[in-house]
């Protein structure tokens, strides 16, 4: 078996859909241009999982349910949990108020366990079978100062890279850390916070032109097949697609779906309910609307839609205005802290809408939407960069990898 030109770790979780969003967009386009690496994708929730107190908790509960009850019912299935698992269903459930006091909790539990995760990660890269990597990519917040102490102390010639996949680091430390490392920004903002920082010297923070997207979002317009009435819409009907991330939510799209039945808004939607089986369900035949489960494809969809109405996911939003859709966001102190940077994003570039509460506002929100639809969509051409954060990361990893081979060629050359 041949062996690859160079190995390549992507560090990602489960925690929201965006982190394994942004891992399989890179290997993808990664195992395109550079056929001969070797792409490993670490889940890093799994890892840490005998440091994990809720795993350890529900496994020990699981045990003796496991015991008992499957012999007398087969069917029931009883498993560990995970914290990122209490994170996604409130996610699904549209319930983020009190998630941002979770954020300062982890990065104390992460500061006060520091010893036992560093040493499962130098564990997992000392394994017998285990290859040096050449490279470290982590697409994660929180865990990059155990990752990359974990790191140097197994192998310390093996760069380490953060991509962050939020518009900026907050709160402080969420992402950035105090360490000789490199850092790939995708906002003007989040490169001032790297620069002013003192963390990282100045060749070793890049910026890019925005958030990683999959590389269906460029794909030519030749190409695209999907159209309204292929989804029992009518083709000239304003339309929204309505998305909160890959667990979708239930209460909260449904609430905005009747609002605008009882307001009798001349509006057809899309509503993207990903692993959210429930709200798919009860979507089944609402005229006007049509639903859509987990796919791979949302850049099909999205393109479909004049406006998005969602979360202000720093995914979801770049997805939409990447294709030319405003947004409607909610923002209120329910939003986590690392999206209303975001919103304040969304606003200075003048290419969508804030509201306090879906609940109340999003019939006049999306009212001024349709209003000023022209004009929003001429902001995105004018005011946001073109996105190919992506490929540009590609390019970067390359070279940072091709810098760290010539030093090891050199190195060996000098010892024989």
């Known amino acids: 078996m041949r062996q690859p030109s160079a190995v390549l770790e992507i560090v990602y979780f489960d925690a929201g859909g965006g982190h394994r969003s942004a891992m399989n967009a890179l290997k993808e386009v990664l195992e395109e241009r550079y056929p001969t690496w070797c792409i490993k994708p670490v889940n890093l929730q799994k890892l840490l999982e005998p440091a994990d107190p809720v795993h350890q908790i529900t496994e020990k509960l699981s045990r003796p349910l496991h015991k008992y009850l499957v012999p007398l019912a087969p069917r029931l299935s009883f498993r560990p949990f995970q914290t990122q698992d209490i994170y996604n269903v409130a996610l699904k459930r549209g319930v983020t108020f009190g998630l941002g006091a979770i954020l300062p909790i982890l990065q104390t539990y992460i500061e006060l366990n520091a010893p036992k995760i560093e040493g499962i990660l130098k564990r997992y890269w000392c394994r017998p079978d285990a290859e040096a990597p050449d490279l470290v990519v982590s697409v994660i917040p929180n865990f990059n100062g155990v990752m990359f102490r974990a790191l140097k102390a197994v192998h310390p010639n093996t760069p380490f890279v953060t991509v962050m996949t939020d518009m900026v680091d907050c709160p402080p430390h969420f992402w950035m850390e105090d360490q000789d490392q490199v850092v790939v920004c995708g ?181 001024t939407m349709l209003a000023s639809l022209a004009s929003f969509k001429a902001n995105i051409d004018r005011n946001v960069p073109k996105n190919f954060a992506v490929f540009e990361i590609a390019t970067i990893l390359n070279q940072i990898i091709q810098r760290r081979q010539h030093r090891v060629r050199r190195l060996a050359a000098r010892v024989y």
């Not at 057809?268 to 959210?276: A, D, L, P, R, S």
């Not at 205005?321 to 209120?332: S, T, W």
């Not at 969304?346 to 506002?361: H, N, P, T, Y």
Request: hydrophobic share 40%.
């Open 187 to 367: 906002t003007q903002r989040a490169l001032e916070q790297a620069k002013t920082s003192g963390f990282y010297r100045a060749q070793n923070i890049y910026e890019v032109s925005g958030m990683i997207l999959r590389k269906s979002f460029y794909k030519d317009a030749a190409k695209w097949q999907l159209t309204r009435e292929h989804l029992g819409l009518r083709p000239s009907l304003p339309t929204a697609i309505i998305m909160f991330g890959g667990n979708g939510s239930l209460s909260v799209s449904l609430s905005i779906l009747e609002q605008f039945e009882a307001a009798k808004l001349k509006l057809q939607t899309i509503v993207m309910c990903g692993n959210n089986k429930k709200l798919y369900d009860s979507l089944q035949g609402r005229a006007g609307c049509h639903a859509v489960g987990f796919v791979a494809n949302v850049a099909d969809y999205m393109r479909l839609a004049d406006f998005l109405i969602g979360k202000p996911g720093p995914g979801s939003v770049s997805e939409a205005i990447h294709v030319g859709c405003p947004v409607i966001v909610e923002c209120n102190k329910s939003t986590m802290p690392q999206e209303r940077p975001n919103v304040d994003w969304i606003l200075e570039m003048q290419v969508g809408l804030a509201v306090k509460s879906f609940e109340k506002d999003i019939v006049g929100a999306v009212q």
